[in-house]
Every structure is written in C-alpha cells, then in structure tokens.
C-alpha cells in the first residue's frame, strides 16, 4: 500500500491557486497592491480549504487469512491380539480329556528297545511319544491303560468312543489343542507291528493317535489280545 500511496503522490501533479505564486510559474511581477490582494483572496480559499470535509481513508487491506492446515488423522490403534484359547473348565495343562469326561496326565516317553512304548506307570497316566501338539506333520501318540489293578482307567472309554467325538488336550503352557475322533481300529497285538508305520509314523498330516488294550484275556505278557486305536483330526 505505501508504495501505491507514493506513486500516486508521484503522478498527481501540482494544483494551482490563482493568486499564490509558486515553483515554476511565469507570471510578471505584481504591485504591492496586488500581492495583498492576492493574499487576501488566499485566505479566503484556505479557509475554504480548513472547511472541507476530509476524504475518508481507504479502509485498510484486511489480513490474509491464513487456513491452518487440517488435523492429521489419529494413529489408529494396533490391532488386538488374538488370546491365547481358554483351556476347558476343570481340564489342567498337561492332560488329555476324552468325550466323556475321562482324564488323563501326560508322560512324555521315548521308544524302549526294540521300538516298544514304555507304558504308564499310573492308571491316571498316559505316555505321549511322537509329534509335538502344534505339529503339522506326524501322529502324536497317547497310550494309556484300560484298567490297573482293579480299577478303570479313562482310556477304557475308548472302547465307547465314537467318529465325531470331541477330544481336548492341553500343553504344559496351558494352550488348548481339539480333535475330533475320524477312525476307530480295533488291532490284534499281532498285527500291531506290520501297522504300525500306518497307525502312528511321522509322515502325513497330524493327528492325534489315542492307544489302549481291550478285548479278550488272554494274560501272560500280553495281557488283553486286542488294542483300540483312535484317530483324531484337529478340529
């Protein structure tokens, strides 16, 4: 604005009042009589001048309105964590639980010579050899006794199991694992060793392989002739 202001007080020339000399004029030399004159009618004219009304100032420019820049967005936050799964209600880590209720403790084992199984040394016990629960690969194998001493064990339920069937099983770190129940085999002990890379090897999709003895006495070693083998999927 000051510079328009000045340019325009550049270009604006002088306004000349009769009778007051000024830079640049050419008029011959007056009398006295004709200054005071002059001045009089001077006078005149700047009273004239004191009397008129001022031109109002242009109102000033307003300030730039400056439009802050919009809120970034807030941070989304991160996404909740899947919880662990709730291990079923009166079901300890580190046990299997049949569809009838039937528990168990597990017992990791390894192969005894000649790739037998040790068996439990508890009718609550059940000896767990092969593949870890969260495999992807292999059976995980759980054996336990049918009966100990007079007593039934949970396994017996085995021999009521049917395809369908839930079973649960909980790792020493509380994480639940399902199955469901997806094959039945009754095997003789005989042909148990000609099966067994069928029933219970590493390869294929995991499964959950539950083993007992059942069917007829038959004592000495072997005690009963048969096993029951289930299989159970993840479900």
């Not at 005071?36 to 307003?62: C, F, G, Q």
């Not at 390894?110 to 092969?130: D, F, H, Q």
């Not at 049918?146 to 949970?154: E, L, M, Y």
């Not at 005989?190 to 038959?218: M, S, Y």
Request: net charge neutral.
């Amino acid at each position: 604005m000051l510079i328009v202001l000045i340019g325009a007080l550049s270009v604006a020339g002088p306004t000349r009042v009769e009778g007051i000399p000024f830079a640049g004029a050419t008029a011959p030399p007056r009398s006295l009589p004709d200054v005071r004159a002059a001045a009089a009618k001077s006078k005149d004219v700047l009273a004239d001048l004191t009397r008129a009304t001022p031109t109002a100032a242009p109102p000033p420019a307003a300030a730039p309105t400056t439009t802050a820049p919009p809120a970034a967005p807030p941070a989304a936050p991160p996404p909740a964590q899947k919880p662990p799964a709730k291990q079923p209600p009166g079901q300890r880590p580190g046990t299997v639980k049949l569809a009838h209720g039937g528990t168990a403790t597990l017992v990791r084992e390894e192969l005894g010579p000649g790739a037998t199984l040790p068996v439990p040394t508890s009718l609550r016990e059940a000896t767990w050899w092969g593949a870890g629960l969260d495999a992807s690969t292999g059976a995980t194998v759980l054996a336990g006794h049918v009966n100990w001493r007079g007593q039934t064990g949970p396994f017996a339920e085995l021999w009521d199991t049917r395809v369908g069937d839930a079973v649960t099983v909980v790792g020493a770190d509380g994480r639940t694992f399902a199955y469901r129940v997806a094959k039945i085999d009754t095997v003789a002990k005989d042909d148990l060793p000609v099966r067994a890379e069928e029933l219970f090897g590493q390869a294929g999709p995991h499964r959950l392989v539950l083993v007992t003895c059942g069917g007829r006495w038959v004592g000495g070693h072997d005690g009963y002739e048969s096993n029951q083998v289930v299989t159970a999927v993840p479900a």
